[in-house]
């Protein structure tokens, strides 16, 4: 290789060997022969692991200067070299090929050669790399934060730079009071005693507060921020005789739950795993989502619920090993906010309208059999029965799920605090279920019980002649196909053309559909028990008014319940939809334009 | 963000991309339907919509809910039971089963006259026309006059198929039955003349028109009715076979009106069926003057063996059918309740609305 040196001459070197980088020993060396033959060991790494080695060189005048690089959130790196002598050189060598041929513990006799290896070199000098955070990572860290998601920072660089870096991207307010659970505290007291120490400080101020995890932070509310490294987390892991390792957990994670944020130093990827696997298990089971960039984040990808891998100049590895990958960390905020929102709120109503329609189909012909000796006569004709779920009822729940947007896109954007809305699976909780499931059940019951009534035992043609069961069924089942894809027409927010066309096209695929199948006698069929019974119904008045009164009672107390829950507990969504409609109609073109400079949305 | 080849090989191990690095972008277009931008109408169910819905259907379904209940209050009907088990009742005689033709007869007396067309049902209860092995339990393709099927009828008649080694016609337990009392009424007139005069009962009209003429049909074929149903029988359960259900060609064999009205199972335990037409007299008299009538029964039909009843009943139609208060009710019910819910948002609304401009200050 060919370097271009001070004096502007190129130097060239051959290289030998490369001792490469690896996580824990955080260093990584070349060995290298000059034109002039000499053979030089370079190596270059964090400035903890290349200090204990060295034996020359200006430590103090280096070292102080490493500090101060670090403090203003410069990432340091130390390097240092020592010449090798053509004896040391074939030692060197042969050590080497044994560890890289060994067939067993290879690791570990690579680790142990490299270890003989770089010890006593003289100190170089140090570099500083200004890794300037991503445009608009603040924005977005500020923003997660007002949705109520907690955010922690898991990090290899040293505490100074680390802390830093928090300070620049709004982690750490002015007013954030800074914990430490660092190594340096734990060697002046006992980690019991710290832990201890630190509970008490954030307890004593957030003891009269509810406790809600995601709870908002008040700016007169003291705020806290914990600072911990890899090597005090791993003292908190460490199993103990004593069991007094689970106490040291819970007091972890209470001390972690009162701070609004967390900043893990000099963590170890296997760390940053660790750490994600005891949030993922702690008491409240949260959700917790790794964002990384690099290969040492992808143990932590893997570990999170939802990996995110930052395709950035350090290479795809951490994309590769994520669910999602973005090209920027901004992209976050409107993954989550926007479209993480949007997927939540449709597929919750997907899930929720696919039991609450089944529920009208089944409970009819439930009740039915109290009528007909319990001998399983079905209500409803087998191609109704066939086509009630794919053909009637499923594009628009379809198409709802695509396109519903109960908020606006910017109006998401703009205002994080939305998110808390659907924090905790708030609209796939039990009693959201169990209130869409009573409103199956009081559906099916006014349809059933209102044609019964009906038809009781009395004509509703104006010819005197009588219905049969099958025009019973019939009735029960069109007013239930109208029912439940008006009920879906009440709950879509956001009316495309496409939203118009699936659902008033199911409903006139139904009668078109209904016309056709009783209107000739088909051939192909065995019975022909539905030849004209859905024009018959509809030719009698009292079906229609029938049809028209149990539609209305159905839609009612759900209307009902909408609009007073909307007048008298709105939540914040609501009062935003409200607010959107007093404004123009008109999407603000300005916000469009700096939120996304390129065209490209996804 | 600038994606080159080698770049997208990477991220997602696709397909190779085109010699020569000319760049194929996975960029999703940015049309309005991918990017989720389409216009939209986003309406919200605010009280100041709803509100005035809820008084419109109020008003609206309120003066429905009267005219329905009032034209149902106008409708004449009366029920007669002639089960016969009570020992009082003259019909109780028919229920020993030696009996076969019974003859009984019951008096009414009509308070008030029935105007305009009147209809005569027969109705049953705790009779299972909906039970389901009954109501498979028939041949439509025998029933509309396939000839193939009038000789071999599907398996779904069972056990109601063959008899004697002949096949049945009609086939199927629904078929087989049929309702065969014969009701008749008599009016007593009030004037010198004691002899009842019996009113004319129509016949026909009774089952749905399409029924009788596109679903049902008499096997083709020339010659008699007889002829054409040669090599069948008649059902277990009846007394004659279906060609002589009646003397008029067009009300015979499979196209008998009351046999296509009991082919129609009923939706309820507790139904009823149309029996005759008693159509409005030309001049001013009403159709069934107030009086005492007589009703002669024979009583063919058994069902006392499973707590079954029987009863005739005499009913005028009007557009909205027969005396059902339900309908009228319902919506009174629902108009007052939608109105009284409208009335209770506005007062909610107005506090709320009062309560706001209070507070934002």
């Not at chain 1, 130390?78 to 053509?86: D, E």
């Not at chain 1, 899930?351 to 006569?377: A, E, T």
Request: proline residues 4%; aromatic residues 12%; charged residues 20%.
């Amino acid at each position: 290789m060919e370097i271009l040196n001070r004096d502007g001459d190129i130097e060239r070197f051959e290289l030998l060997e490369v001792l490469s980088f690896d996580s824990v020993r955080r260093r990584m060396s070349v060995i290298v022969r000059s034109t002039t033959g000499e053979i030089y060991l370079f190596c270059k790494g964090a400035d903890s692991s290349i200090f204990p080695r060295v034996i020359e060189g200006k430590v103090d005048q280096i070292r102080s200067r490493v500090e101060r690089n670090a403090v203003e959130g410069l990432r340091t790196l130390c390097v240092a070299y020592k010449r090798l002598v053509p004896e040391e050189y074939e030692g060197v060598c042969g050590l080497l090929q044994a560890a890289k041929v060994a067939l067993q513990d290879r690791e570990k006799k690579l680790a142990e050669a490299y270890e003989q290896i770089e010890k006593d070199l003289i100190l170089l000098g140090a570099t500083a790399v200004e890794d300037r955070l991503q445009e608009k990572a603040a924005d977005t860290i500020e923003a997660l934060q007002k949705a109520g998601i907690k955010v922690w920072v898991l990090t290899g660089d040293k505490m100074e730079t680390a802390a830093a870096t928090c300070y620049a991207c709004r982690l750490f307010r002015r007013g954030t009071q800074l914990l430490e659970l660092t190594t340096k505290r734990i060697e002046e007291q006992s980690l019991h005693d710290v832990l201890f120490e630190l509970s008490k400080t954030v307890l004593r101020c957030s003891g009269s507060l509810t406790r809600d995890h995601f709870s908002g932070l008040s700016t007169d509310m003291h705020d806290y921020g914990l600072i911990i490294d890899g090597a005090a987390l791993s003292l908190i892991m460490k199993p103990r005789e004593d069991g007094s390792s689970a106490n040291y957990r819970e007091l972890f994670l209470d001390i972690c739950r009162n701070c609004s944020a967390v900043l893990c130093c000099r963590m170890a990827p296997l760390q940053k795993a660790q750490i994600v696997k005891l949030i993922k298990f702690s008491k409240e089971h949260p959700i917790t989502l790794a964002i990384g960039d690099g290969a040492n984040d992808v143990s932590m990808i893997l570990e999170a619920h939802v990996g995110i891998g930052v395709i950035g100049k350090e290479g795809r590895q951490a994309a590769r090993n994520s669910d999602y990958a973005i090209p920027k960390f901004k992209h976050l905020k409107k993954m989550l906010l926007v479209h993480g929102h949007f997927y939540y709120i449709r597929i919750s109503e997907l899930v929720q309208y696919f039991f609450y329609k089944n529920v009208c189909f089944i409970f009819p012909q439930f009740l039915y059999q109290f009528f007909c000796g319990f001998s399983q006569q079905t209500l409803y004709d087998t191609a109704y029965l066939t086509l009630y779920n794919i053909s009637f009822t499923s594009l628009p729940i379809l198409l709802y799920s695509l396109m519903e947007q109960h908020v606006g896109v910017d109006m998401l954007k703009r205002d994080p605090s939305l998110y808390r809305d659907i924090a905790k699976n708030a609209l796939l909780r039990w009693r959201v279920f169990i209130y869409w499931t009573f409103l199956g059940l009081f559906d099916a019951l006014v349809f059933f019980f209102g044609a019964y009534f009906m038809f009781e035992n009395t004509t509703v043609t104006s010819n005197g002649q009588m219905f049969g069961n099958w025009t019973f069924g019939t009735l029960v089942f069109t007013v239930m196909v109208f029912t439940v894809t008006l009920k879906l027409a009440l709950d879509t927010h956001y009316w495309t053309w496409i939203n118009h066309f699936v659902i008033w096209g199911s409903l006139l695929f139904y009668v078109i559909f209904s016309l056709l199948w009783g209107g000739i006698i088909w051939p192909f069929l065995s019975y022909q028990r539905m030849y004209y019974v859905f024009l018959h119904m509809l030719s009698c008045g009292p079906a229609w008014l029938g049809i028209i009164l149990l539609i209305t009672v159905s839609l009612l107390p759900d209307v009902l319940k909408k609009v007073l829950c909307r007048q008298l507990w709105p939540t914040a969504t609501e009062r935003t939809q409200a607010r959107n409609q007093c404004l123009s109609v008109e999407q603000p073109t300005v916000f469009m334009l700096s939120q996304t400079s390129s065209g490209l949305s996804f | 963000m600038a994606m080159n080849c080698n770049a997208k090989d990477e991220v997602d191990g696709g397909p190779p991309c085109a010699p020569g690095g000319a760049a194929k972008t996975r960029r999703p277009d940015n049309t309005a339907f991918k990017q989720q931008r389409l216009p939209a109408w986003q309406p919200i169910l605010t009280a100041g919509t709803v509100l005035p819905t809820f008084f419109i259907v109020g008003l609206i379904f309120i003066p429905i809910g009267i005219g329905i209940f009032v034209t149902s209050n106008n409708i004449r009907e009366i029920e007669i039971d002639y089960t016969g088990t009570e020992p009082s009742s003259p019909c109780n005689k028919c229920l020993s089963p030696n009996v076969t033709s019974c003859f009984c007869t019951i008096n009414f007396t009509l308070e008030k006259a029935f105007e305009g067309n009147v209809f005569m049902y027969y109705g049953l209860s705790n009779f299972y026309q909906n039970h389901r092995r009954y109501v498979k339990s028939r041949d439509d393709s025998q029933l509309n006059g396939d000839s193939s099927a009038l000789l071999n009828p599907s398996k779904e008649c069972e056990p109601y198929r063959r008899n004697e080694d002949l096949p049945i016609a009609p086939c199927g337990a629904i078929a087989n039955s049929m309702f065969n009392d014969t009701l008749e009424l008599f009016l007593v007139s009030n004037e010198s003349d004691p002899t009842p005069t019996p009113i004319p009962l129509k016949r026909k009209g009774i089952a749905w028109w399409t029924d009788k003429h596109v679903k049902f049909r008499n096997p083709s074929g020339g010659g008699t009715l007889e002829e054409r149903f040669k090599g069948t029988t008649k059902p277990v359960n009846w007394l004659k076979p279906v060609y002589m259900l009646d003397s008029d060609e067009e009300n015979n064999g499979f196209i008998n009106e009351d046999f296509i009205v009991w082919m129609r199972t009923a939706a309820l335990p507790t139904f009823r069926k149309l029996y005759r037409l008693i159509e409005r007299s030309n001049d001013l008299h009403p159709t069934l003057p107030a009086g005492q009538y007589y009703l002669n029964i024979t009583y063919n039909y058994p069902v006392h063996s499973f707590d079954g009843r029987k009863r005739m009943i005499l009913s005028t139609i009007s557009w909205m059918g027969g005396k059902n208060p339900f309908l009228g009710i319902a919506y009174i019910t629902v108009g007052s309740i939608s109105f009284l819910l409208g009335v209770v948002l506005l007062v909610i609304n107005h506090k709320y609305r009062n309560s706001r401009n209070t507070a934002d200050t």
